[in-house]
């Protein structure tokens, strides 16, 4: 604990980052005079739960506001000003100006240090421009509760969801298991193009099963407006798409037009330039979340990674420094995961492509096994690859299909990467075996005997 007295500590944004930075500068430094602010009215939601609620495998949506300001304010003595747009930050006054939306009036507020947690926004297709009424994007609690009122107070049957990254497989599984007839268009050849081939087949073949319409390859479409809504997608000069409502899931970037009007360093990612104490280009401003840059730990190179977690490590570490602690991030090994229908989809580090630009002598193995005994009728075949350095075996990178199993699968890959363990030494680990929850001969041994055998 430090004591620097009277301080203010301003955080800009909510969600995870902001809540999390302005928590643990309060607990740094208790003097301290932290603040928070966030334009919604929402300051800390359970966002990637989203695709849950819309299913309905979470009933209310209450569920997922983790706090009011009155409950921050509450439980971790932060005072929070939310619906409030900040409009600029004067770096040589240390000051931000703010609209203070329910009073629509001008403020000023003097900082001390100040912590930027704007997050990301949805990228947007420029085609579709204007405020048409069934379109939407699933990003925020906000834009949940836009999609669901238009669900319940329109007549919809068909979807079109464009974007077959995480979020568009996700929103269609739970727009599948609610009945509605989901087309999912994708510029690129496979759902999930950013695992490898095999895995994105597999993914293709479910949504097939699951009577979900997949088009690739759609750079272009063309449409019909009727009534402020689009009504038709036209995707090729032969076909189209009828859709009663439309779902924009083409990915996110920084959102950092505050700092870039400030002149702070801005990465090419678009992702603000931050050290390993999570400090910006200004000595007084720090940064976390989903609009910074982090170095990726194989590379070694700026990197982007929009996940929670990292979010939330980000914001720790960022309001302790700010509040006048020592603390370092370094470094991120990319470890992702989806659940899509009974599948658990992982990938952790660079993908084949990523692996390639960057020039790596590498090798690879891959395998296929049950995830339990053959006397169990639930048991389901798993699927696993693996990517190291041929001269030394350091680890590149992995994927896995299977049950839930496999993100420990992943989480163990990631611990190997981080601590320099090469995929050698997979035949070393002691993994559990009980019938009705794993094989015998664990899927990643199988992977360590390929290895050595080579």
Same mark, same amino acid.
């Given at each position: 604990m430090v004591n620097i007295n009277g301080q203010n500590i301003i955080i800009v944004g909510g969600n995870v980052a902001g809540p999390s930075a302005a928590a643990?500068?309060?607990?740094?430094n208790p003097s301290s005079n932290v603040i928070l602010?966030?334009?919604?009215?929402?300051?800390?939601?359970?966002?990637?739960? $989203?695709? /849950?609620?819309?299913? &309905?495998?979470?009933?209310?949506?209450?569920?997922?506001? $983790?706090y009011s300001a009155e409950s921050f304010l509450n439980e971790k003595n932060v005072i929070v000003k939310n619906n409030t747009i900040i409009k600029e930050i004067n770096r040589r006054k240390r000051e931000i100006y703010y609209l203070d939306k329910e009073n629509d009036c001008q403020k000023i507020q003097k900082y001390d240090k100040l912590i930027l947690c704007t997050g990301s926004t949805s990228k947007k297709i420029g085609l579709i421009t204007g405020n048409l009424k069934n379109v939407f994007y699933l990003k925020t609690f906000k834009s949940f509760l836009s999609i669901n009122n238009y669900l319940k107070?329109?007549?919809?049957?068909?979807?079109?969801?464009?974007?077959? &990254? /995480?979020?568009?497989?996700?929103?269609?599984?739970?727009?599948?298991?609610?009945n509605y007839?989901?087309?999912?268009?994708?510029?690129?050849?496979?759902?999930?193009?950013?695992?490898?081939?095999?895995?994105?087949?597999?993914? $293709?073949?479910?949504?097939?099963?699951?009577?979900?319409?997949?088009?690739?390859?759609?750079?272009?479409?063309?449409?019909?407006i009727e009534e402020n809504c689009i009504k038709n997608l036209r995707i090729s000069n032969q076909e189209s798409l009828h859709t009663d409502l439309i779902l924009i899931a083409i990915g996110i970037e920084p959102n950092n037009i505050l700092a870039t009007s400030s002149k702070l360093e801005i990465g090419k990612s678009g992702g603000l330039k931050v050290d390993k104490k999570m400090c910006t280009s200004d000595t007084r401003i720090f940064a976390a979340g989903d609009n910074v840059e982090i170095t990726n730990f194989i590379t070694n190179k700026p990197d982007y990674f929009p996940f929670a977690s990292?979010?939330?490590?980000?914001?720790?570490?960022? &309001?302790?420094?700010?509040?006048?602690?020592?603390?370092?991030?370094?470094?991120? *090994?990319?470890? *992702?995961?989806?659940?899509?229908?009974?599948?658990?989809?992982v990938k952790v580090g660079l993908n084949q492509?990523?692996?390639?630009?960057?020039g790596y002598n590498f090798k690879m193995h891959d395998a296929v096994e049950y995830n339990k005994s053959k006397n169990f009728n639930d048991r389901k075949l798993c699927y696993a690859k693996i990517f190291y350095q041929r001269? =030394?075996?350091?680890?590149?990178?992995?994927?896995f299909i299977g049950g839930?199993? *496999? *993100? +420990?699968? +992943?989480? $163990?890959?990631?611990?190997?990467?981080? =601590?320099?363990?090469?995929?050698?030494?997979?035949? =070393?680990?002691?993994?559990?075996?009980?019938?009705?929850?794993?094989?015998?001969?664990n899927m990643l041994e199988i992977l360590g005997r390929k290895i050595l055998q080579n």
């Open positions: 643990k500068a309060k607990r740094t602010f966030e334009e919604d009215i929402f300051i800390s939601t359970a966002s990637c739960q $989203l695709p /849950y609620l819309l299913s &309905g495998e979470i009933e209310q949506h209450d569920d997922l506001i $983790l107070t329109n007549y919809v049957k068909n979807i079109s969801i464009i974007g077959a &990254g /995480y979020i568009g497989l996700e929103v269609a599984e739970a727009l599948n298991k609610r007839s989901v087309n999912l268009l994708e510029k690129r050849d496979f759902p999930l193009s950013e695992f490898d081939e095999t895995a994105s087949k597999i993914v $293709l073949e479910q949504l097939a099963e699951k009577g979900i319409s997949f088009y690739s390859n759609i750079e272009n479409f063309h449409f019909d990292i979010a939330h490590d980000c914001g720790h570490v960022a &309001g302790a420094n700010a509040a006048g602690n020592n603390l370092s991030f370094t470094s991120v *090994v990319k470890n *992702v995961s989806l659940k899509l229908f009974d599948n658990c989809i492509n990523e692996i390639m630009m960057y001269e =030394n075996y350091k680890i590149l990178g992995a994927s839930d199993e *496999v *993100v +420990g699968m +992943g989480n $163990l890959i990631s611990f190997m990467i981080k =601590n320099n363990i090469g995929a050698n030494k997979l035949t =070393n680990i002691n993994f559990s075996y009980t019938p009705k929850l794993s094989s015998m001969i």
